[in-house]
C-alpha cells in the first residue's frame, strides 16, 4: 500500500491510500472537507488524472474508495497526489458549441460533421462532447455508443462521450454532471 498526500485547493486535507489487488487497484482517499460543497476526488499522475467520484457528504471527514482495472489506470503513469476539486455550479454547466475541427482524428472529425447541436467541454484531462439524443433517431456516433452517457442538459437528452488527450473513446462516470 502506498500513501500519498490528498490536496484541496492546493492544501493537504488528507491521504489517498494505493493497493494494488492483482489487475486492480483501489484507491481510497480520506480526507476533511473545508467546506459544505459538492466535491469530486481525483487521483494524479505523471501520465494524466483519473476521476475516483464525489462523495455523499458534502464537509468534514470523509472516506471514499473506488475500483479500476489495470487497463483503466495505465495511462495515470506513477501516481503522484490525490485532489479533492470543487463542482461548482459554474463547472457543470460550461457547455458550448463545439467548433468545427474539434477533433484531428480524421473519423471523428467526418462523423461529428454530420451532426448538429454538438456542444463540448473540458472535465479535467477529458473532452467531453454531447450529441443530442432521441429514440426515434440513429444513435449518434453507433460505432461509440457502448461509451455514451445519456444525460438532460437544459431540458434535452445528450448522449455524451468522453475522449482522453490522444482522442481515444474512454469510459468517464457522468454522475454528477
Same mark, same amino acid.
Given at each position: 500500500m502506498e500513501k500519498l498526500p490528498?490536496?484541496?485547493?492546493g492544501r493537504p486535507v488528507g491521504e489517498l491510500l494505493v493497493t494494488r489487488e492483482g489487475e486492480d487497484t483501489l484507491f481510497t482517499a480520506n480526507a476533511v472537507l /473545508? !467546506?459544505?460543497?459538492? *466535491?469530486? $476526488? *481525483? @487521483? @494524479?499522475g505523471r501520465g494524466g488524472t483519473l476521476r475516483l467520484g464525489c462523495p455523499e457528504e458534502p464537509e468534514g471527514e470523509v472516506c471514499f474508495s473506488r475500483r479500476f482495472s489495470s487497463r483503466m489506470t495505465l495511462s495515470l503513469g506513477s501516481v503522484l497526489r490525490g485532489e479533492a476539486r470543487s463542482v461548482s455550479q459554474r463547472e457543470r454547466s460550461a457547455w458550448e458549441a463545439a467548433p468545427k475541427g474539434l477533433f484531428r482524428s480524421p473519423g471523428l472529425r467526418q462523423e461529428?460533421? =454530420? !451532426? =448538429? +447541436? @454538438?456542444l463540448t467541454r473540458? *472535465?479535467?484531462?477529458?473532452?467531453l462532447i454531447a450529441l443530442p439524443f432521441s429514440p426515434e433517431k440513429p444513435f449518434p456516433l453507433t460505432s461509440l455508443f457502448c461509451f455514451a452517457n445519456i444525460r438532460v442538459?437544459? +431540458?434535452?437528452?445528450?448522449?455524451? $462521450?468522453? $475522449?482522453? +488527450?490522444? !482522442? *481515444? /473513446?474512454?469510459? =468517464?462516470?457522468? !454522475?454528477n454532471l
Open positions: 490528498l490536496l484541496c485547493k /473545508p !467546506e459544505k460543497d459538492m *466535491w469530486c $476526488f *481525483w @487521483v @494524479v461529428l460533421s =454530420q !451532426e =448538429q +447541436g @454538438v473540458r *472535465w479535467g484531462n477529458v473532452r442538459l437544459n +431540458g434535452k437528452k445528450y448522449a455524451i $462521450f468522453a $475522449f482522453d +488527450g490522444k !482522442e *481515444w /473513446p474512454i469510459f =468517464q462516470s457522468l !454522475e
